[in-house]
Every structure is written in C-alpha cells, then in structure tokens.
C-alpha cells in the first residue's frame, strides 16, 4: 500500500473517499481584487507574498513623496510601501482611506516587497493562463503592467449582462517601475 496508512482502518489518504472525489483545479491560483475606479484585476498568486487589512492610521504618511504612495507600513518588523493601486494605472479614481480597513497586497521581487492597496478582495481563483489574451482598449498608462486579459462571459441567469474583463496584471513590472521615483 503507498502513502501513509491510517492507524485506525489502515486506508491510505488516497484511497479514502473524500479525496477521491475531489477534481484537481484547472490553470493557476490568481487573487481577484477590484480598484476604485470598478474595474476587476488579478495577480497570480505565486508572486503574492501576502494579504492583509489595515487600518488607515497604521499607514505612515510620508511627506514629499509621489502622490502614487500612501505612506509605509510596518509588517513584522519590515517596513514597506504601500501605494495606491488605482492611480499607479492612471484610474481616475482615488482610493477611498476614510474607512476602517484598506486591503494591501503584499508583492514581493527578489529582495523588494511593495503593498499595492486596492478597493476590494474578491477571492482565490483557478484561472486558465492558457485563455489569457492580449489585452484590448488599455490606457498608455496601464499597458506596460498587464501581462494579458480574460473575457468572462456573462452567467447563464443574468442574460442581459455583458462580458467582464479580467485583466492580469505583472507584478514585476509594477514593483520595478520607475514611476515611484517621481
């Protein structure tokens, strides 16, 4: 018998039940999230160091800086920017820090973490790369950090919906831009 057996009724995890049914997901674990502005972004989640929510007087205001950041934040003991997602695209729409929390995603390259404070966390989700295409009707300011876009067609019950776009985004290209320099 392969794997570890259990003790009581010497089964293997991969013979009990209810890991046989399970289906393995299909495509690559990407965080969905939405900016102010209402449009819907994501990132995989292998460049994700992690997600959190803090409250907007945690956030450290520093002065003289771009108007892209928000300020630092302290995480454990490591002090990081966060900036604001939405404008760092060239959204319209600045991000709303008048409310108890404001969701950051840490991204981390090489040695470099930046929190990118977004409007709202929608979830973990299995997304097929292999359908990913390249993006259309994107503004000049927001085209060097998309690495391709998904049309989400509109669910079976709401026909008079239109199709979402999900666009990908490259968070490499965002953490090494030089736009936080000015």
């Known amino acids: 018998m392969v794997g570890n057996p259990d003790f009581l009724t010497g089964i293997g995890l991969e013979q009990a039940p209810e890991f046989q049914e399970l289906e393995s997901p299909e495509g690559e674990l990407h965080l969905r999230f939405f900016v102010p502005s209402g449009n819907e972004f994501a990132l995989s989640a292998t460049g994700i160091r992690e997600v959190i929510s803090q409250s907007p007087d945690r956030i450290t205001l520093i ?30 729409t600045t991000l709303n820090t008048d409310r108890p929390e404001i969701p950051v995603i840490a991204v981390e390259d090489q040695d470099t973490i930046l929190g990118l404070a977004v409007d709202q966390i929608v979830g973990m989700d299995w997304l097929d790369v292999e359908q990913v295409r390249l993006p259309t009707n994107v503004p000049d300011s927001m085209a060097p950090f998309l690495r391709g876009e998904w049309v989400i067609p509109p669910k079976e019950e709401v026909k008079e919906e239109e199709e979402k776009i999900l666009r990908l985004l490259d968070q490499v290209a965002i953490v090494r831009s030089a736009r936080w320099a000015a």
């Open 63 to 92: 002065p003289n800086v771009s108007s892209l950041l928000l300020g630092t934040l302290n995480i454990r003991g490591r002090v990081i920017w966060v900036a604001d997602l939405g404008q760092f695209l060239g959204e319209p």
